[in-house]
């Protein structure tokens, strides 16, 4: 197992696969980390966020085989993550993830995007609240090209006594192939009455009146559909800190959207 402790201000850049890895952030700390993942196999990630601090978290799948993604996840009072998972490439991939709410004033902002071609995805991913006072946002994207696959199960989760809690959740599935699967089913399971809950899903083809205006434009179907999709990976991009960086991944993206052409 690898472990990272993390004390007052930290930034830090793993590059992993096929491990076990626990990170740990001490109470009133932040951390800014980067997770690459290069290799195959299964990725467990252990999250313990404690208390007053945060966690920045961004893990990007550059595998070129399957992969398996474990992320479990205690966050303490008042503390808070931001997760981020991009995924642009052409292969399988298993993510389960489970965060727990365990104390009052703990909160998430849970987001995910992945780019599916002929290889399937597949995503679990539950927030659980069990304890009042906490907040959990999940934000998950996908653009689907031929012959692809896409499941994903998303589980906002309220037990008794999580009173004046929030959970909130989108889905946004972009399908530019003509047989394409999306399967979604968002989840939310909520045992007291004084919350907020909502979820939001949309799964559809790109807008013919957009693609026809980009076309009058002087852009083919392929790279009109690309430019549609960039706003798919683009929130979370945006997050990436480091500059050069960020500019890299977005080049990498709008590439294998076809917005270059062939």
Do not use: C, W
Request: net charge negative; charged share 30%.
């Amino acid at each position: 197992m690898v472990e990272r402790i993390y004390e007052d201000v930290v930034h830090d850049t793993i590059e992993t696969g096929d491990e076990q890895l626990k990170i740990i952030v001490i109470p009133r700390s932040i951390a800014h980390t980067m997770i690459n993942i290069v290799k195959e196999g299964k990725l467990t990630i252990d999250l313990e966020v404690m208390e007053s601090s945060k966690l920045h978290l961004f893990i990007r799948n550059m595998a070129k085989e399957k992969v398996h993604i474990e992320i479990k996840g205690d966050v303490k009072a008042n503390a808070h993550v931001d997760l981020s998972l991009l995924d642009l490439e052409d292969t399988e991939v298993e993510i389960d993830e489970h965060i727990h709410l365990i104390e009052e004033g703990a909160s998430i902002d849970n987001s995910m995007a992945q780019l599916v071609k002929t290889a399937s995805k597949k995503g679990n991913i539950e927030i659980k609240h069990t304890s009042a006072h906490t907040s959990g946002h999940m934000h998950n994207f996908a653009v689907l090209f031929d012959h692809s696959n896409y499941e994903m199960v998303a589980n906002g989760n309220i037990e008794k006594g999580a009173f004046q809690s929030a959970s909130h959740q989108e889905t946004r599935v972009l399908t530019l192939g003509s047989d394409g699967n999306a399967k979604v089913i968002p989840l939310l399971l909520i045992d007291e009455n004084d919350v907020k809950a909502s979820h939001a899903l949309t799964i559809g083809e790109p807008d013919e009146n957009q693609l026809y205006y980009l076309q009058s434009r002087g852009l083919d179907k392929e790279m009109a559909m690309g430019l549609l999709s960039v706003g798919y990976f683009m929130p979370l991009i945006r997050k990436i800190e480091d500059e050069t960086l960020r500019e890299t991944v977005r080049e990498e993206m709008e590439r294998k959207v076809g917005m270059y052409g062939h």
